[in-house]
């Protein structure tokens, strides 16, 4: 059997070609299955984490002035240090959600924004609760000093 430098070119051009085409149909049908599980979920409740968070911090927004600064405190958060990466991730969506104000951790300021994923045990100490907004979302009065 004799192969000509032509046809094994050409062979491995259609090979190269069908696998690139392959690839591409696989990520665009990975791509369609998400966007419809995300259109599937309840419309109420966004499907990534920066939009849910911001979902989570809106009926505060109504409460806060619309520029300042405010504290922040979390059950993430020890002697202003930050117990865990989430914990991190969860400080910076909150000045996200919140931005023109600005979130300085601590409770300092007279108005602080609580973030808590367990029970509010981790309330510092001096602060006293404004208003529970549900979902670990709380607004404190910040220390007075």
Known sequence: MRFDRRSIVRTALAAVLFLALAGAAETLSLAIGTFHESRAGSPSVPA????RHEARFA???????A??????????????????????????LTQYSLAPLIVVRGADPPLVVGNF?????????????LRDLGDGVV????VQR
């Not at 009926?59 to 002035?65: G, H």
């Not at 300042?68 to 969860?90: H, K, N, R, W």
């Not at 607004?139 to 910040?142: D, N, P, V």
């Open 48 to 51: 990534d984490r920066a939009s």
């Open 59 to 65: 009926p505060l927004r109504e409460q806060l002035p």
């Open 67 to 92: 520029r300042g600064v405010v504290g922040y405190a979390s059950d993430g958060l020890a002697a202003g240090s930050f117990t865990s990466l989430e914990a991190m991730q969860d400080y910076f």
């Open 117 to 129: 994923r367990t029970a509010q045990s981790a309330l510092p100490e001096g602060t006293t609760v």
């Open 139 to 142: 607004l404190l009065r910040g």
